[in-house]
């Protein structure tokens, strides 16, 4: 008999291989489950774009002025905040610096301080061009969906290769705060500077002017203005053109300057500006200038307090993703064109998260990404230019991004989980350097979010495989069903194992340190730690999407029986999480010399842990 009921057991794990591999089929591509890659080298350093005798120093928060005041003298140098915001951030900086190492070596060895390093310039990517003369040979409207009336909206080519007419049925953005770091935003009149006419009606939360120190972001180049266009340009108003989230809230944040050009300082700062006052998701159409520590905290600081970083990888054409976007916790962005081929000044490589529509010239004028912007040789004309950039890439991801926030996503990895599961993959591979983890998906990934991608068929297989395991057992070995499920020893690790604590980040999102990392960490299935233990990366790890933590466990049931039902619990979970990452179109393992031998890994680690669980739920009187 108890063969019979394995026999049973194998047959059902069957189905769910053959189910899988049905589902890996191009028809089925959009339902995939989080696909992961390569990790970023941040070892990689640049010392290009250095403004000369320039430094900046990021202290650690409370380090007050009269502190550092006190350091100068010894350290050779007279340090300011950058910005009056720079008060509570702790980035200071210096310039006319005549020997920068010597000075830089000195800084690096007080305790106060978290970095110190050369002060770096960043930029609009290069090569990012207005197009004109646009013509109607896109000019292709939906038949299915949610169609605005907005004139211009036929030429916007882009916004129908990411499916935005049905996936507005489902959401607008609402309620969800979008940083836009650039030039700053034409959102109001004020002085010569005026709001373009397409941003009427859209919603704007208080920013800040970092290059000009004072709390008016006006936009004084134009590209800022055309990037939050197509996150919230206003919609359905009869006039000129349509952004992705139309309803989302933009927060104006200018740290590039009329010549497209800021300073690391200044970005840094602005990051933790706006993951301070409200921001869920920040925009960074802007690289450039090396390797930036400062940054890079930023970036992470950002990441932990709940906010989405999405950044251009670079128009340089190039197999290397610029910084910010390669830093770990940024979401890195490539350009394809109407097509749906990478375009050639599109950056790419093993940071690469994700491709968007950017534009290409070379498909004629219409190719380029249209929106309300100014003109930059007088700030209060207002134009509707088509630009090409992976900076007109990026605001995709990025209102995309705010589509998943409104509609429940809880933090950065659950919407990039949603993001790379609706991703239409680019040929048969899971991730590539070109694309990442494939073309930007609206519709999809508001289903991956809303199914998919979601936690709880994780939960669904697991309780299904412990009525399996219950079957297989004989009667007087058998605990009975709801005897098992009232005990929280048991019921606990399982949940752990399959959908975490998902409450935490709305619940205590705003915690940081110590408290923070705990929040972050228990808000993942235990599989999924291992996005916190080694950082984000786009290959999972195998060890942790395995029975390698249930088995090292059930050895300690050998001498401590008491942890039996909660080891069982915890192997339950692992086997339910990682059928659904089967049955899901299993995602990209490190170490893997082929990337089919993932499924037949999941499936086999599925089978240790249903024997492990059920080893650990027979009753003891039957042993």
């Known amino acids: 008999m108890p063969m019979k009921r394995w026999t049973l057991a194998t047959a059902v794990l069957s189905l769910v291989v053959a189910g899988a591999a049905c589902r890996s ?46 350091w100068e003298a010894e350290w050779g140098v007279d340090l300011e905040f950058n910005s009056v915001e720079g008060e509570h951030s702790g980035v200071t900086i210096a310039r006319g610096v005549e020997d920068v190492d010597a000075v830089l070596e000195r800084i690096r060895q007080n305790p106060a301080v978290e970095s110190a390093e050369p002060l770096r310039v960043y930029s609009v990517p290069p090569g990012e061009e207005a197009v004109s003369g646009l013509d109607s040979s896109l000019e292709e409207t939906s038949k299915d969906g949610y169609t605005p009336n907005d004139p211009d909206y036929p030429k ?88 992705v989230a139309f309803e989302a809230t933009l927060m104006p944040v200018k740290v590039l300057n009329h010549f497209g050009s800021g300073t690391s300082a200044d970005i840094a700062e602005a990051i933790r500006f706006a993951a301070d006052n409200g921001a869920n998701v920040i925009n960074m159409s802007l690289g450039g200038g090396g390797y930036s520590k400062v940054m890079a905290d930023a970036v992470e600081y950002a990441r932990k307090k709940g906010v989405t970083v999405v950044a251009a990888a670079g128009n340089a054409g190039r197999a290397r993703v610029e910084f910010p976007a390669a830093y770990p916790g940024a979401v890195a962005v490539a350009a394809v064109g109407p097509n749906g081929s990478r375009a050639p000044y599109s950056s790419y490589g093993k940071e690469l998260d994700i491709a968007a529509p950017g534009g290409d010239k070379r498909q004629g004028d219409a190719g380029g990404i249209l929106q309300n912007t100014i003109d930059p040789r007088n700030v209060s004309r207002s134009v509707y230019a088509a630009y090409q950039g992976t900076s007109m890439a990026t605001p995709h991801v990025a209102a995309v991004a705010a589509l998943l926030y409104a509609e429940g996503a809880s933090g950065p990895d659950e919407v990039e989980k949603a993001l790379y599961a609706g991703a239409k993959r680019v040929g048969d591979q899971a991730w590539t350097e070109e694309y990442g983890h494939g073309l930007l998906d609206a519709e999809a990934s508001l289903k991956a979010l809303g199914g998919g991608a979601s936690r709880w068929p994780s939960m669904w297989w697991a309780l299904a495989l412990l009525a399996l395991v219950l079957l297989t057992m004989r009667g007087r070995e058998r605990p009975g069903y709801l005897n098992v499920l009232v005990r929280p020893a048991f019921l606990v690790p399982l949940v752990l194992a399959t959908v975490g604590v998902f409450f935490a980040r709305s619940w205590f999102g705003g915690a940081s340190g110590v408290a923070g990392d705990v929040v972050n960490v228990a808000s993942l299935p235990i599989p999924d730690w291992q996005r916190i233990i080694f950082g984000r990366g786009k290959l999972a790890n195998p060890l942790f999407y395995s029975s390698l933590i249930p088995l090292l466990l059930s050895f300690l049931a050998i001498k401590f029986r008491g942890l039996r039902s909660a080891i069982g619990g915890l192997a339950l979970g692992f086997a339910g999480f990682l059928t659904y990452a089967a049955w899901s179109n299993a995602p990209a393992l490190a170490w893997m010399p082929f990337h089919f031998l993932a499924m037949p890994w999941l499936v086999i680690n599925t089978f240790i842990c249903l024997i492990i669980a059920r080893a650990m739920l027979r009753k003891e009187s039957a042993a």
């Open 25 to 70: 089929s191009p028809e089925s591509e959009e339902e995939q489950a989080e696909q992961q890659a390569p990790t970023v080298d941040t070892s990689r350093r640049e010392v290009a774009e250095e403004e000369p005798g320039g430094i900046v120093v990021d202290f650690k928060d409370g380090t007050s002025k009269a502190e550092f005041d006190a």
């Open 156 to 243: 916007q080519w882009n916004l129908r290769m990411i499916h935005m007419p049905t996936a507005w049925q489902r959401s607008h953005g609402k309620g969800v705060v979008v940083a836009v770091l650039d030039t700053g935003i034409a959102y109001e009149d004020s002085d010569d500077f005026k709001q373009v006419p397409d941003l009427k009606g859209t919603k704007f939360k208080k920013g800040y002017d970092f290059v000009n120190d004072d709390e008016h972001a006006n936009d004084d180049h134009g590209h800022g203005t055309h990037v939050a266009g197509t996150i919230a340009q206003a919609t359905n108003n009869g006039e000129g053109v349509a952004g």
